[in-house]
């Protein structure tokens, strides 16, 4: 069974960064692309950040842009999601995703089973 592992969120003030990781369990995982999707309360899940499996194309929501950065380490088979300045309305649930083809799937093959980032003002 695929498992993807969330870690990191957190409680952080505006302008405050973090760092989410995913860790995934199987080793065909490193050839997928990775990403990471966001539900805030009472919204629809929405795409945050994407990056190939290779690592040499990232792809960004544009109210992140400038502010996340999305990497990985295939030898840890780990997607990483830096957040910086963060705001209020980046307050959500944060998914791990996987599959072979983002960001052009909007429901990707594989979740994650989500880490809360809450940012106070």
């Known amino acids: 069974q695929v498992q993807l592992v969330e870690s990191g969120g957190g409680l952080v003030q505006v302008g405050g960064s973090l760092r989410l990781s995913c860790a995934a369990s199987e080793a065909r995982l490193k050839i997928y692309d990775k990403g990471w999707f966001r539900q805030a309360p009472g919204k629809e899940r929405e795409f945050v950040a994407a990056i190939s499996w290779s690592g040499g194309s990232t792809y960004y929501a544009d109210s992140v842009k400038g502010r996340f950065t999305i990497s990985r380490d295939n030898a840890k088979n780990t997607v990483y999601l830096q957040m910086n300045s963060l705001k209020p309305e980046d307050t959500a649930v944060y998914f791990c995703?996987?599959?072979?083809?983002?960001?052009?799937?909007?429901?990707?093959?594989?979740w994650g089973q989500g880490t809360q980032v809450t940012v106070s003002s």
């Open positions: 995703v996987a599959d072979g083809d983002l960001p052009k799937n909007p429901v990707p093959a594989y």
